[in-house]
C-alpha cells in the first residue's frame, strides 16, 4: 500500500482528488459499458476524467455515478502501485480495448509503466494516491463538458466530468458556496449583460473580442490612468505595427521558441509575415533608430499594443483565454548597473496600480533559469540576483519558482487574490540580455565604447481582456464609482420632470459623471429595477416635489434612500461619498 503524505499538505489534497479519479472512471464504466478511459488529473480545487462513451452523459448522469463512487468508497480498498514492462503493458490494454491508454505507453517510450489498483479496478497511472478509497468521502461531481484528446481539435472528441474532493465536510461545503458564487460572478454572463463585451465565434471566430460602448468606456477609463501614471514616472509611449515579416521573429528567437502559440505566416509580396504576438521586437526597433549613449538611459518605452496568439479551440475561455489582446505592454532598455532600481520602480509601481483597482493581498514569485534556455550564464546569475536585490530593498516576501524564467531571463510574477480567494497571474517583470543580443541593442558608455544594453520587459495588469475579466468576477459587475462606466442613472416619475432631468444631466456631464436617462413613460419600480441590474451605482429619481424644491432623491446599490439632496453641486457629493465608502481601499497586504 502506498503511504500516503501529511494530510494538511497539497500534495495530500492531490492525490486524494487523484484517487477521486480513480474511484470516478470506476463508476463511469461499471455503468456505461464500452466506455473508454483516457487521463484523470487532479487540478486546482478539483480534478476531472476524459471519456470516451458511446453514451452521452448528462447531469441526471452525475447523480448515479455519485452514488455507485460511494458503493466503492466504503469497500475500504487500499489503493497498490504495481510496475510492468512496456510490451506487458501495451498487450494488456489492447486486449480490454483500450486504446487511448496504447498510445499513451507507445508515446511514453519507456521500458517499463506502473499501474495502480483498487478493488477490480486498474488504470495506467504514475502515482499518488491516498491509503484507500475509504478516505475519500467528501466529493461531488459538478458539471459535464466536452473535450479533445489531447487538446487537439483535429482528434476524438470526448466528454469530460469535473468533480471536487476536500479532506473535511465543512472544506467542502466551503468550496460549494464559494463555487456557486463565482457562477454569480461568470464574466461570460455578467459581461454580455452588462453591455461591456461580446465574442461571435461562429461568424467572426473564436477568442476575438468585440468591445460595445460600456466596455470600450471601462478601458479608455482603465487606460487613461494608466497612460498619465506612467508619462509622471518617465515612459513614452510608442505604437508599433500588428504585423512583420517572419525574419523579426527568426532573429528575436520566438520562431523557434514559441511557434507553436504564433499564427501561421500569411504571403504578402512573396514575403512572409507574421501577426505578431509579442511587442518586443517592435520597441527594439525603436530604440535602434536612434545612437544612444550611457547619459540616455534608461529608456521607457510603452504601448497598450494588441497582440495575436494561437489557443486552441477548446480552451479559450471568455476575456480569459482569447487569440487577440492588448497588453500595457513596456520595455526599459537601462545599463546592467540600472536594473535593481529599475525594478525597484516596477515593482512600486505595480503594486500602486494593483491597490487602486481592489487588490489588496499578492502572492510573488521569482522564476530562474529554465533547462531550455539561451544566453551566456554570467548575465543569467547577475539578472537573476538583481531581481532579488530589488525584492530584498522593499522587504518583500516571495517564493522561488526554480526553472520557471522566460527562455531568454529570469522573471518576478506577481498574482493578485480576488473577493473569493482565488489567484490571478497578471504583473510580470523579466530581465532579458538575449533579445539586446541578438539585435544587438547597444550604448556607447563612457569611454565611447559599444556596449550591449540590459532589456526589462513588464506589464503591470498583463492582458487587458483578461484583467477586465477579473475585474467584473471580483466586483461582480458592481464596479467601484470611478471605474463604473455608467455612474449615475437620471430617471423621471412623470413626464412633467423631464426639464428639470435634463438640467441635472447636463451639469453631472460638465462635472465630467458618465450619466445616462431614462425618460420613458413607464413606471419608476419598473426603471428602478432594470438600472440595479445594469449595476449602476447611483440612481437620481426626480418626482414633482425634487423639481420644485430643486433637490435630488438618491437610491443606492443597496436599496438605501437619501432624499433631498440639494443639485446645485451633487457631482462632488457623488464623488466625496464614494471616495468615503465604496472606493476606499484597506492597507496592502503582501502574502
Excluded at 166 to 194: I, N, Q, S
Excluded at 264 to 283: A, F, I, T
Excluded at 357 to 382: M, N
Excluded at 398 to 413: L, N, Q, R, S, W
Aim: a neutral charge; glycine letters at 6%.
Amino acid at each position: 500500500m502506498q503511504e500516503p503524505p501529511n494530510i494538511n499538505t497539497q500534495e495530500y489534497l492531490d492525490h486524494l482528488r487523484h484517487s477521486t479519479t480513480h474511484v470516478m472512471a470506476q463508476a463511469v464504466q461499471e455503468l456505461f459499458p464500452g466506455t473508454k478511459l483516457t487521463i484523470g488529473p487532479a487540478v486546482e480545487d478539483g480534478f476531472y476524467y476524459d471519456f470516451d462513451s458511446p453514451h452521452s452523459f448528462t447531469p441526471e448522469d452525475l447523480f448515479s455515478i455519485e452514488k455507485r463512487m460511494r458503493q466503492i468508497v466504503e469497500g475500504n480498498h487500499p489503493f497498490i502501485m504495481s510496475t510492468h514492462t512496456s510490451e506487458e503493458a501495451r498487450q494488456f490494454w489492447d486486449s480490454k480495448g483500450e486504446k487511448y491508454k496504447v498510445e499513451m505507453i507507445d508515446d511514453l517510450k519507456a521500458p517499463t509503466v506502473t499501474y495502480c489498483s483498487h478493488g477490480t479496478f486498474t488504470d495506467l497511472c504514475r502515482g499518488g494516491h491516498v491509503g484507500s478509497t475509504k478516505e475519500i468521502r467528501h466529493f461531488k461531481l459538478l458539471k459535464i463538458a466536452g473535450s479533445y484528446w489531447r487538446g487537439d481539435e483535429k482528434r476524438e472528441q470526448l466528454q469530460r466530468i469535473y468533480g471536487t474532493a476536500w479532506p473535511t465536510k465543512k472544506e467542502l461545503d466551503d468550496y460549494l458556496v464559494r463555487l456557486e458564487e463565482a457562477k454569480k460572478r461568470d464574466h461570460r454572463e455578467l459581461g454580455p449583460r452588462l453591455g461591456l463585451f461580446t465574442i461571435l465565434p461562429e461568424t467572426i471566430g473564436p477568442g476575438l473580442i468585440f468591445w460595445l460602448p460600456k466596455g470600450a468606456t471601462l478601458r479608455q477609463i482603465i487606460e487613461t490612468y494608466l497612460r498619465n501614471l506612467l508619462e509622471k514616472n518617465g515612459y513614452q509611449f510608442v505604437i508599433t505595427p500588428h504585423i512583420a515579416r517572419v525574419d523579426l521573429w527568426k532573429t528575436s528567437g520566438h520562431w523557434n521558441f514559441y511557434r507553436e502559440s504564433m499564427f501561421s505566416p500569411m504571403k504578402v509580396d512573396e514575403q512572409d509575415y507574421l501577426l505578431k504576438p509579442m511587442n518586443c521586437p517592435g520597441h527594439i526597433q525603436i530604440y535602434k533608430n536612434d545612437l544612444r549613449s550611457y547619459r540616455d538611459l534608461p529608456i521607457r518605452l510603452t504601448e497598450m499594443g494588441t497582440v495575436y496568439r494561437y489557443e486552441r479551440s477548446g480552451v479559450m475561455h471568455g476575456l480569459m483565454r482569447v487569440r487577440g489582446f492588448t497588453q500595457d505592454d513596456a520595455h526599459i532598455f537601462c545599463r546592467q548597473d540600472q536594473i535593481e532600481s529599475e525594478v525597484n520602480q516596477i515593482l512600486k509601481i505595480t503594486f500602486e496600480v494593483l491597490s487602486l483597482f481592489g487588490f489588496k493581498e499578492f502572492s510573488i514569485r521569482l522564476a530562474t533559469q529554465p533547462a531550455q534556455s539561451v544566453g551566456v550564464q554570467e548575465y543569467w546569475d547577475k539578472s537573476t540576483n538583481a531581481l532579488k536585490e530589488a525584492l530584498k530593498a522593499l522587504n518583500l516576501n516571495y517564493t522561488v519558482d526554480e526553472g520557471g524564467g522566460a527562455f531568454y531571463g529570469p522573471k518576478i510574477d506577481i498574482a493578485i487574490r480576488d473577493a473569493l480567494g482565488r489567484e490571478w497571474q497578471c504583473s510580470t517583470v523579466q530581465v532579458d540580455c538575449n533579445l539586446p543580443e541578438r539585435f544587438q541593442v547597444m550604448y556607447r558608455d563612457e569611454t565611447g565604447k559599444e556596449t550591449q544594453a540590459i532589456m526589462v520587459h513588464r506589464a503591470l495588469l498583463g492582458s487587458l481582456e483578461r484583467f477586465i475579466g477579473i475585474l467584473i468576477e471580483h466586483y461582480a459587475g458592481h464596479f467601484p464609482f470611478w471605474l463604473a462606466p455608467v455612474q449615475v442613472s437620471v430617471m423621471t416619475i412623470t413626464d412633467k420632470q423631464h426639464d428639470y432631468a435634463h438640467t441635472i444631466i447636463d451639469q453631472l456631464k460638465k462635472e465630467g459623471i458618465r450619466v445616462v436617462s431614462d425618460l420613458r413613460n413607464e413606471k419608476i419600480g419598473l426603471k428602478i429595477r432594470e438600472a440595479t441590474m445594469q449595476k449602476v451605482p447611483y440612481l437620481i429619481i426626480l418626482g414633482d416635489k425634487e423639481t420644485e424644491s430643486g433637490t435630488v432623491s438618491i437610491r443606492l446599490p443597496n436599496g438605501e434612500n437619501i432624499n433631498s439632496i440639494a443639485a446645485h453641486g451633487l457631482a462632488t457629493y457623488l464623488t466625496e461619498r464614494s471616495m468615503s465608502t465604496v472606493a476606499v481601499l484597506p492597507s496592502v497586504k503582501i502574502a
